[in-house]
């Protein structure tokens, strides 16, 4: 199995710009999460799903991130607009049912100057 | 406020010495984890222990939990260059598939 897959793995970009994360969980896996992870605040949770339909959002910072899951394969986070202060590493993790242990994808390092 | 809480922040210790790391956690738990992240890389599940269990081995590795004190030690024995990462406890919130992760400890081992 390849495990996890998130693209970019890094992302440099613009005050204001959009952007999109993506990630493939692991097949037959039916919860996504995705994390976030900064020296301050260390690693959180911003939301999770499960057969693609989300679950608890409550760790999503501001309107300005949304995640979706058109699919069982996909799952995306936008950031629109970036703000500097979103600058972290983001990973999406996945879990069967039955399942209590996380797979993690390699996160993807995004950078908003 | 984190759920798990590491303790020390950072340890550096000699190949071969033995690294204890402790987390402490604030509720009630169904099972608590260990994780371990490598500079730049996700992070990797080391071992699970429940809640109705006081000690789990895996390898090198030695895990212990105190519900009534709500904490965990996570004891690497033998420890080598490659176990420098950094370590974090993850606690599974009754319930739900909820997992908060501690600050983690940063373990570096000299060889």
């Known amino acids: 199995d390849a495990g996890v897959i998130q693209s970019p793995r890094h992302e440099v970009t613009e005050m204001g710009q959009e952007v999109t994360l993506r990630c493939k969980p692991i097949?037959?896996?039916?919860?996504l999460f995705w994390y976030r992870q900064t020296m301050m605040r260390g690693l959180e949770l911003l939301i999770y799903?499960?057969?693609?339909?989300?679950?608890?959002d409550s760790g999503m910072p501001e309107d300005r991130f949304s995640a979706k899951m058109p699919n069982a394969s996909f799952s995306t986070l936008k950031i629109q607009p970036s703000e500097p202060r979103d600058s972290a590493v983001y990973f999406c993790?996945?879990?069967?049912?039955?399942?209590?242990?996380?797979?993690f994808g390699p996160g993807t390092r995004l950078l908003v100057l | 406020s984190q759920q798990g809480e590491e303790d020390p922040q950072a340890l550096s210790i000699q190949e071969g010495e033995n690294a204890t790391m402790n987390c402490s956690y604030k509720?009630?738990?169904?099972?608590l984890q260990w994780y371990r992240q490598n500079s730049g890389r996700g992070l990797v599940h080391l071992i699970l222990i429940r809640s109705n269990e006081r000690e789990k081995h895996s390898g090198r590795l030695r895990v212990t939990l105190d519900t009534s004190k709500k904490s965990s030690s996570l004891l690497i024995t033998a420890s080598r260059a490659a176990d420098t990462a950094s370590y974090f406890c993850?606690?599974?919130?009754?319930?739900?598939?909820?997992?908060?992760f501690g600050a983690g400890t940063r373990l570096f081992v000299k060889a």
């Open positions: 799903f499960n057969n693609n339909v989300p679950i608890d």
């Open positions: 993790a996945s879990t069967g049912t039955g399942q209590e242990t996380q797979y």
């Open positions: 097949s037959g896996h039916d919860y």
């Open positions: 993850a606690t599974d919130i009754s319930g739900g598939f909820k997992t908060i």
């Open positions: 509720t009630s738990i169904n099972n």
